[in-house]
């Protein structure tokens, strides 16, 4: 083992921002993290036991204790839920004869769950060593039981286990693109590199992560900043539930990616970029490095760049299993070897970033985009959307359609069309933007995927009438609080309180008193945590209670009389009430939290 951690610290430089590359490594050759290679990384990188600990505890894919030599993971997203997966959950722990969340006696298997994989166009889903498994069914995991139990390595396990397909159904102007690699930095260099950035203004091109923060505006601030050195980095982290257009991009887009990236390089004066790809995509590995070698061998990347004396590479950075690292300031946490818990804002990246160096983030879309509008110009773009939103935005559409995948629309386009497109009959609701984001109604099918109606990062999640609303927003309040960083109090407390509120309501134990509780919690929560996912981490629970409150109220138990409530213990009566007795209780319970904790963590005091 010393030999083994002596080359991958050498092979990384002896770079301590390369702690979580070289902690992947170890985790994948002894399946855990040993007390040994602690100590050996502690001396070697010179970083504090604490923190290489506090690393390995942060990331859901690296251990402190030994896991299975075939390390399985299923995917808990709600996709996944509705495609059967808790019942192929148990056949998968029977046939293999370990528990959900424990080791097999003779160390040869663990499972697990996880959270979302990525691939919920193709679920039930999950990985084994952090390859993907795709459209899991009773069949497929005969198959791979008797695999592992023979012990035959993941490379001589039949392909068709591992297929990922990419379900392309409605190209548009970006995924119809003509593209020949090089074509948008030798624009660059033809026009000027003011006068491309002033085309990216042009164009319109807002992020399209999510935030829609006006690219060329972010670009110019970077490239303003007075600095030895600035950065590019795409965050190809599309944690988000019911998200994975990143996946296909970067699978048979990815040249287009990384002349957007080199395109900004240009703009901003940066000299080295990183592409930080979710753990869960670790199938996109070596043919990414592939793409990168064979843009370096054409001259695209690397020294004096089509002989314009111009420096650039890409290095890629794999995650390890943490939605928290899609927040920019939490990535670049974690792209420096760190726990990606995210930085107090300002300053902002574009002026202390990665390494404290200007920086722009951008995600994988909008790098696409403007290699393309580099190309093809501003104009080429805006002539095509919403006077506030222009150009086309892609989508991930899973759930109850017939046909789940990506689908690319101009801005403007109506959640009708989007349902008609990918087949989805007897809607009840749409999650748009994942979890995060907004619960749509079927009466709000003509609203407009748009900035300034609809904004989203991409994920539809489409639900029929079959559903249960309770059971949707009972999965997405856990993933949040299984996914809270814990960094906030308001956060961490209060994400846990609302999933412990949320399941008495969802089980048929609550009262109208603790739904005024619930969203009580969820103000608090929204209002009080220091990043975005506890600002958002309530969203399900409100956007639905919003809609629904009869099927919230019809989860409760049945009520003779409830001190303090009219008799039928109504929610709108318990809404009127002043003495909120059940309220008031959580209320006290996360200040209190806030009062012994609030000074322990920048930001807690609000």
């Known amino acids: ?237 599309e944690g988000e539930p019911g998200t994975f257009k990143d996946r296909i991009l970067l699978n048979s887009y990815a040249d287009q990616v990384f002349e957007g990236m080199t395109v900004c390089a240009t703009i901003i004066g940066a000299t080295e970029g990183y592409l930080y790809l979710r753990g869960e995509y670790l199938h996109l590995h070596e043919p990414l490095l592939a793409v990168l070698q064979q843009r370096r061998d054409a001259g695209l990347l690397g020294k004096n760049i089509l002989g314009q004396n111009f420096d650039f590479d890409i290095h890629i950075h794999l995650g390890a299993g943490a939605y928290i690292c899609g927040e920019e300031s939490a990535l670049i946490e974690s792209l420096e070897g760190k726990a990606g818990i995210p930085r107090n804002r300002p300053p902002y990246p574009v002026t202390s970033g990665y390494m404290n160096k200007p920086t722009v983030v951008n995600n994988v879309e909008t790098f696409m985009a403007a290699a393309n ?34 689908y690319e629309y101009p801005f403007g386009t109506t959640v009708r069309e989007i349902l008609k497109d990918c087949q989805a009959e007897d809607v009840f609701g749409i999650q748009i933007g994942g979890p995060s984001g907004l619960f749509i109604s079927n009466q709000e099918l003509d609203r407009k995927l748009a900035f300034e109606d609809l904004a989203t990062g991409g994920s539809f999640i489409i639900f029929n009438n079959t559903r249960n609303v309770l059971d949707i927003v009972y999965n997405f309040t856990h993933f949040f609080a299984h996914e809270s960083c814990g960094f906030c109090t308001p956060c961490r407390v209060g994400t846990s309180l609302l999933k412990k509120q949320l399941d008495k309501i969802h089980d048929g134990h609550g009262s109208a008193g603790d739904i005024v509780a619930l969203e009580e919690l969820c103000q608090l929560v929204k209002n009080n945590s220091h990043c975005g996912l506890g600002q958002t981490a309530a969203n399900p629970i409100l956007t639905t209670l919003e809609r629904y409150p009869d099927l919230y109220e019809n989860q409760l138990k049945n009520i003779s009389y409830e001190p303090g409530f009219d008799l039928d213990g109504s929610l709108a009566t318990a809404r009127r009430m002043a003495n909120r007795n059940d309220a008031a209780a959580h209320l006290e319970q996360i200040e209190d939290e806030l009062a012994t904790h609030g000074t322990t963590s920048p930001g807690a005091q609000a």
């Not at 894919?61 to 509705?82: A, K, P």
């Not at 919403?386 to 935005?393: I, L, N």
């Open 373 to 406: 509008i580099a190309i093809n110009g501003g104009a080429w773009f805006a002539n095509i959307g919403t006077e506030k939103s222009k150009g086309t935005k892609i989508l991930s559409i899973c759930g109850d359609c017939a046909k789940p995948g990506i």
């Open 1 to 237: 083992m010393k030999q083994f951690i002596q080359d991958l610290v050498t092979k990384n430089h002896y770079k301590s921002t390369h702690l979580l590359q070289v902690l992947r490594d170890v985790q994948t050759r002894y399946h855990f993290i040993p007390e040994g290679a602690i100590t050996q990384l502690t001396e070697l990188l010179n970083v504090p036991r604490t923190q290489i600990i506090g690393v390995i505890e942060f990331y859901s894919f690296l251990h402190l204790h030994r896991q299975g030599h075939y390390e399985l993971l299923i995917s808990d997203s709600i996709t996944d839920h509705m495609l059967g997966k808790h019942e192929l959950m148990a056949y998968l722990s029977e046939k293999l004869n370990v528990g959900i969340g424990k080791v097999r006696e003779d160390g040869l298997v663990s499972l697990d769950n996880t959270s979302c994989s990525g691939m919920c166009d193709q679920g039930p889903a999950g990985l084994v060593n952090g390859h993907a498994l795709t459209r899991l069914d009773k069949s497929k995991i005969d198959t791979i039981a008797e695999l592992i139990n023979q012990e035959k390595p993941l490379d001589e396990w039949p392909t068709e286990l591992f297929a990922v397909a990419d379900n392309i159904y409605k190209p548009d102007l970006l995924l119809n693109s003509q593209f020949t690699p090089g074509a948008a930095i030798k624009a660059v260099f033809e026009r000027g590199i003011d006068a491309t950035l002033a085309q990216i203004n042009e164009s319109g091109l807002r992020g399209r992560g999510g935030a829609g923060f006006k690219t060329a505006m972010k670009w110019q601030f970077c490239k303003e900043e007075a600095s030895d050195q600035h950065y590019v980095i795409c965050n190809a982290d």
